[in-house]
């Protein structure tokens, strides 16, 4: 398959990709038209922060599966117009983590100690010791605004040298951040008592520009440490405090806009700390970023799920081998049901029973939902699966339970119209063996692949053979049968295989006769 890569990454990157047999094709020029016309073939798309990922690329690209950033940060990419589009997102939080974390303990150090303009006066001849008194860390108090991957191992970093840590974040328990050594408080609160703060925050709507002149000032005689996202800090405010002594200093790794104009602000304070964008700029988080970012896209391209994806579910590694065989079941239940319900969808239910109840299932319930909706003719995979059930109005719910009456774990799937419903049961046989177990209630253990035909009729002699006459006068062979009744002389409900497309005209006469109460013509695509 045909990887683009449009921003200059590690070549132990593209070396994962190339031994994956995949083709990789390196445009760091593209853009415009060229960016659209190289992608319109891709089935894959790594950026960095230079290429901008918008809905009207999206749209091109009609087999793309997977867009990778080999980084953090994700704005530059249009993450609900990938969603709408059945695109994953991935990015490589891990690759530099320690990378930017190291920058930011630099950046505090260079801010507190006025190294860099000393740096720059002795260079220029000047010995100007006495012109700057340092301020040193131990004792004083950090605040983190952003306790996530970065914001933790600067943390602990800082506390390691005596720092007292506070932090701002509104996902993280009071529980993680006391294990992390930090105490959690509100934004205001982190300002004003922080003596040093650092900002390790994703720019979003809710956080652009959130710390303005108002917030500056809570930091009175502070430091201000950003290696994290530009445009969440308003730069000019920040010039202006530092020019007139309401904080100490400030060190900027990152800007909303990139490259830094000449014309900043910024620019013109001697208590401001600049550097261009170098927080993942080290030789060994370069290499695992591209690495890890290369390796989610070979898994996404291969079918698998992706360990970093931001607009679908994902399944931990250990946890793949256990969970894989469910996800086919879900999927083939799902198009089951769906193919069986005649009426306008109203709700899925995936329940779980067993074992499988004590996985996350998220990706497995995504899947049932990408068979559900697959047989309406929608463009859908378990990426976009649960925005169409919202779009589009229909109830999803999941549940799970422990107990499982005669199967070691079991998922069904059950569709509804408000007035009708189906439910379908999948399991596996021997480990590795799919059936369809239940339909409706009714026990017929089918194996699910290729096309079926599922019939109720009334339980008397001779429906079978009339069922197996009309398929063989329309040239269709029946390859396996599997059959339920609720009750001798009640209703039956047959499954059979089935070597080829049922024509209408059979159905049509099954139906005709009294005795056949429904018939339903099923494909899963040769897929189990």
Not at 104 to 115: D, L, Y
Not at 190 to 199: K, M, N, P, V, Y
Not at 221 to 241: H, M, W
Not at 341 to 366: C, P, Q
């Amino acid at each position: 398959m045909k990887v683009l890569v449009t921003d200059p990454i590690a070549d132990a990157g593209l070396d994962v990709l190339r031994e994956a047999g995949h083709e990789v094709e390196t445009n760091y020029e593209a853009e415009g038209d060229a960016l659209l016309e190289a992608i319109a073939d891709a089935n894959a798309l790594i950026v960095r922060s230079g290429t901008d990922v918008t809905r009207e690329v999206l749209e091109a690209a009609d087999d793309l599966v997977i867009v990778g950033r080999a980084g953090i940060g994700v704005d530059n990419i249009d993450l609900e117009a990938a969603t709408d589009e059945g695109v994953i997102v991935a990015n490589a939080p891990e690759g530099n983590v320690r990378a930017a974390a190291e920058h930011t303990v630099a950046m505090t150090f260079a801010a507190a100690r006025s190294v860099p303009q000393a740096h720059a006066r002795l260079k220029a001849g000047e010995w100007a010791k006495g012109d700057y008194l340092g301020t040193e860390l131990n004792g004083k108090t950090l605040g983190v605004v952003g306790l996530g991957r970065v914001g933790q191992e600067v943390a602990k970093k800082l506390d390691s040298l005596g720092m007292d840590v506070v932090a701002f974040d509104p996902y993280i328990s009071e529980e993680r951040a006391e294990r992390l050594g930090a105490e959690l408080v509100e934004l205001e609160e982190c300002l004003a008592r922080a003596d040093f703060l650092t900002i390790h925050t994703p720019l979003t709507p809710e956080t652009e520009g959130m710390i303005g002149a108002a917030e500056l000032a809570l930091l009175d005689g502070g430091y201000l440490v950003n290696v994290g996202r530009g445009g969440i800090v308003r730069e000019d405010a920040l010039a202006a405090t530092v020019d007139d002594g309401t904080l100490a200093g400030a060190a900027l790794d990152v800007f909303a806009e990139e490259p830094l104009s000449p014309e900043s602000p910024l620019l013109d304070v001697d208590g401001v700390v600049v550097t261009p964008h170098l927080g993942a700029s080290t030789e060994a988080a370069q290499e695992n970023v591209a690495t890890s970012t290369a390796e989610q896209v070979a898994a996404a391209l291969a079918g698998e799920p992706v360990a970093n994806a931001l607009n679908a579910p994902s399944i931990d590694e250990t946890a793949f081998p256990r969970l894989e065989p469910y996800v086919n079941i879900a999927e083939t239940a799902g198009k089951v049901a769906a193919q069986l319900l005649e009426g306008r969808m109203e709700s899925v239910e995936i329940s779980y029973e067993g074992e499988i109840a004590e996985e996350d299932v998220e990706f497995v319930t995504a899947s049932a939902l990408k068979g559900v909706f697959e047989p309406l003719e929608w463009q859908v995979n378990a990426v976009n699966a649960p925005q169409i059930a919202e779009d589009r109005g229909v109830d999803v719910t999941e549940s799970k339970s422990r107990q499982a009456e005669d199967f070691q774990s079991l998922v069904s799937v059950t569709v509804s119209d408000g007035a009708e419903e189906i439910s379908v049961d999948g399991t596996l046989f021997a480990g590795d063996d799919p059936r369809i177990v239940r339909i409706d209630g009714y026990r017929v253990d089918a194996i699910p692949h290729g096309k079926m035909v599922v019939t109720r009729n009334t339980d008397e002699p001779g429906v079978i053979g009339l069922i197996g006459t009309v398929m063989g006068a329309h040239g269709v062979n029946i390859a396996g049968m599997f059959n339920a009744r609720e009750a001798h002389g009640g209703e039956a409900l047959t499954v059979y295989n089935v070597d080829g497309e049922v024509p209408d005209a059979a159905r049509e006469e099954l139906e005709a006769d009294e005795r056949i109460i429904g018939v339903r013509y099923i494909t899963l695509n040769g897929q189990a």
